[in-house]
C-alpha cells in the first residue's frame, strides 16, 4: 500500500484501489516536499523504487503504460532506527542512505531539558495539540505553571516526542474543560502517580 501512496496507480490497477486511480505523494508534491516517516521501516521493494526515483526524478505509476513523470521533490526522511548499522546488516541499502546526503541526529527530549520551555511554546501554537490556538474568539492554553514545566523537565519520555505531544493534547483539552488558560502541575497525568 505504501508503494501505492507513494508513486500512484492508475484506475484499475489493482483490486481495491480507488475507482480513478491514485497520483501518489511524489506526482501531488512536483516541487516541494514530501516526508517519509520511519524510513528504517522500507521494505526491499520499496528502498530499490525510492532508489530509482532518487537517481533522476521519474514516477511511472502501477498500471502506466506511457512515459515515466518527471516530478522533482525534495524527499526528507527520519527514523529512529539506526541506518548505519542497518546497512551493515544488510537490512537497510547503502546506496540509498547515501542519497540522503544532509544526515541529522536529533538528541531525544532528555538531552535537551534546557530547550523545554521553546519546545513546549512551539507545541502550544500548534492549534491540534491547543485547540483555539490562533482562533479569535475561542480559548487556548496559554502558559504552563513553573511546577509543571519541572515535571515535564523530569519526566524521562521513553516515547519521546511523539509522548510529550500526546500529553499535551490531552492536557490542553482537559484544563479548556475546567475553563482555565494554564496547565498546573496536577494536570499532567505524568503526576498523577505522585498524588
Known amino acids: 500500500m505504501f508503494e501505492y501512496a507513494l508513486f500512484g496507480y492508475v484506475k484499475g490497477a489493482y483490486t481495491g484501489g480507488r475507482e480513478s486511480g491514485d497520483h501518489g505523494l511524489l506526482l501531488e508534491n512536483v516541487g516541494r516536499v514530501v516526508f517519509l516517516d ?30 515515466p513523470f518527471y516530478c522533482p521533490t525534495l524527499v526528507v526522511a ?5 541506518l548505519d548499522d542497518m546497512v551493515e546488516k544488510k537490512q537497510f ?20 531539558v534546557d530547550s523545554f520551555p521553546f ?13 483555539g490556538w490562533g482562533k479569535k474568539g475561542e480559548s487556548c492554553v ?8 519541572e515535571a515535564l523537565k523530569k519526566y524521562e519520555f521513553p516515547g519521546n516526542f511523539r509522548e510529550l505531544e500526546n500529553i499535551l493534547r490531552t492536557v490542553c483539552r482537559e484544563v479548556l474543560k475546567d475553563g482555565r488558560d494554564y496547565i498546573c502541575r496536577s494536570d499532567l497525568p505524568i503526576c498523577k502517580c505522585d498524588e
Open 142 to 149: 496559554k502558559e504552563i505553571g513553573n511546577e509543571a514545566l
Open 38 to 67: 520511519e524510513i528504517g521501516e522500507a521494505n526491499d521493494i520499496i528502498q530499490a523504487k525510492l532508489l530509482a526515483y532518487l537517481d533522476d526524478y521519474h514516477v511511472r505509476p502501477r498500471g502506466w503504460q506511457g512515459d
Open 78 to 82: 527520519a527514523t529512529n532506527r539506526d
Open 93 to 112: 541499502r547503502a546506496d540509498l542512505l547515501m542519497r540522503f546526503t544532509d544526515r541529522e541526529t536529533i538528541p531525544t527530549l532528555r538531552e535537551r
Open 119 to 131: 519546545i513546549l511554546d512551539c507545541l502550544l501554537q500548534n492549534n491540534a495539540i491547543n485547540p
